[in-house]
Every structure is written in C-alpha cells, then in structure tokens.
C-alpha cells in the first residue's frame, strides 16, 4: 500500500483511492468501509463526503488514514476500527467482547414490536411490559426495545462481564438505563428467580461447528467464537434455553429467537411439541434468510 502523503488528497481523491485499494483487497463493501473510515477520522457526516468533496486532509489526518485502511484491508471489521455501529437507525458502541450488531437481527426486534402493536394491551394494574433479553452483548436489542416500547421495563443477561460493561454504557448513552437490569449469568438462569416476562428473546450462538470455517475471515477471526459458535447443530444453547421456557415466560406470552435457516425444521418440531405454545412460525429477515423462529404460549385460562 503507498502512504497517503500528498497534501492534493481531498475528501473525494481519499474516498475514491480508499475503496479502489479495498475493492482489490476483497473487503466486503468497499465503498460502505472507505465512507465510515473517512467519518471517523475527518469528523461529520456521510453527506459532508459528497458536500465538500475537494477539503484536503492533513497530514495527521492521513496518518489515522493509513492503518486503519491497512487494518481495513487485512479484513478487521470496520466497526471495530471506527468503534462503532448501527442498528435500527442509531449508533452503539461496540468493542471486540462481544458480536457486532447485524442488520439481520434488527427483524427480531420488529417482531417483538409488531405482536406489541397487535395485543390487546397489558392487564389491568401491569402498566410495564415485561422483556427479557437473553445473551444481550452490546445491548442493541434490549435497548431498541426500551426506545421503542416506552411502557417496557427490561432484564438483560450475559455471562460476558466485558459485554455488559458495554450494554451499561450504551444503555446509559440512549437514555434507557433506568429500566433495563443487567444480570450476569447463563441464559435462563438469572431470570428464574424473577416473575415470569411478557417476551423473552435471544440471539445466542447457534452456528454449528461443521460451517465455522467457512464463515467470513472478519467475523471468524475478529469476533469472539464463544458468541458465535453453537456446537454441532448449532443447538447447544438453544435447545436448554426453549426445554425451560416455559418456567419464565407468561401465560400468552412471545418467544423470538435467532436461529442458523438449517435449524428450523427442527426447531419448528421442538417448540410446536410443547402443550403450551399456541403457534409457533419461522420468520424471514430482511434478506429472506429463515433467521426468526416465534412462539405464541396459550393465553391465561378466563
């Protein structure tokens, strides 16, 4: 890679050369990486890219510029690099404790608010619905929720001490620490001493271990496998969390979980055997991927 050194590298020059050198390099969505590195160092907006496309870079600037591309280009995902990430339109901070925020698991959240939408409203003298985020991480999901669904009160959970620092500060960063509860602990476990929850969702490990090495170098050897990685079908802590649901979840209450396409057959079986769920569906993400399994339990008996 030649240094970046000409005091004639404006916005436009760096942003073009950028997704040239990524683009070459085999780097997922060149032009997407180029524009977050040059917002995270020169500062603004996306826009002020195409705005002021002849502003010159300083030489400080030029060399942030370059180890970051050269990180960039050894394929470390951007979001690290930028510290960064965007999930249902707003930023969380991310490190390397725990998954980057996917695009695909943002349907997990509109699912668990549609089915909102679509209650008859919680009973009488229960004015707070009750969620559960299993296997929180950064904390997008739980937080999400809490913006959105302004009456909610959350339990977010994680064996990951370094992840739920980080969920505790992004909670605290979009206003909704007063009603989101870090526990630390192994999936159903910090809930069984709670009262049963409205919702319940998770995004825990489930890619089976025979597509590990398949998987994308910059997810395979930057995010921790221990968040990724679910055993030999995937199920290790999917198939404990779904046996023992029923103890933490209310009478016509909703389970969505995140689940590898290749599981849902088995997972439609699992969870449709169980005298107390009413439904149960795979739902598409938004790249039509069968990545949502949803549960409707049996409402309260009138």
């Not at 990430?85 to 997990?108: C, H, N, Q, Y």
């Not at 989101?180 to 602990?185: D, M, N, Y």
């Not at 597509?211 to 994308?216: G, I, K, V």
Request: charged content about 25%; proline content about 6%; overall charge negative.
């Amino acid at each position: 890679m030649k240094p970046i050194s000409d005091d004639a590298w404006t916005t436009r020059r760096l942003l073009e050369w950028i997704t040239r050198h990524l683009e070459r390099q085999q780097v997922h969505n060149p032009t997407l990486v180029a524009r977050m590195l040059l917002v995270h160092v020169v500062g603004g907006t996306d826009i002020d890219l195409y705005t002021d496309p002849e502003r010159p870079a300083t030489a400080s600037e030029r060399d942030r510029l370059r180890g970051l591309v050269s990180r960039a280009a050894s394929h470390e995902p951007v979001q690290h690099l930028v510290g960064r990430a965007d999930f249902f339109g707003r930023s969380f901070k991310v490190d390397a404790s725990t998954l980057i925020p996917r695009t695909a698991t943002e349907s997990l959240v509109q699912i668990v608010l549609d089915w909102h939408r679509g209650t008859a409203g919680i009973p009488e003298g229960q004015p707070d619905l009750r969620i559960a985020d299993v296997g929180t991480g950064s904390g997008c999901i739980a937080i999400t929720l809490a913006r959105q669904i302004p009456t909610s009160t959350l339990v977010a959970t994680d064996i990951v001490g370094g992840a739920l620092e980080l969920a505790r500060f992004n909670a605290d960063e979009h206003g909704v620490a007063d009603r989101i509860e870090f526990r630390s602990g192994s999936l159903l476990d910090p809930l069984r001493d709670d009262s049963p929850f409205d919702v319940i969702c998770a995004n825990l490990p489930y890619i089976p271990d025979a597509d590990w090495s398949a998987l994308d170098s910059n997810v395979r050897d930057h995010e921790p496998a221990s968040a990724l990685r679910g055993g030999i079908d995937g199920l290790d802590c999917i198939r404990p969390l779904v046996e023992e649901i029923e103890f933490c979840l209310k009478p016509g209450g909703l389970l969505v979980l995140e689940i590898d396409p290749s599981q849902s057959q088995t997972l439609l079986e699992m969870v449709g055997g169980m005298e107390s769920v009413e439904s149960v569906s795979i739902e598409q993400d938004e790249f039509r991927d069968q990545r949502l399994l949803k549960a409707l339990f049996n409402p309260p008996k009138s």
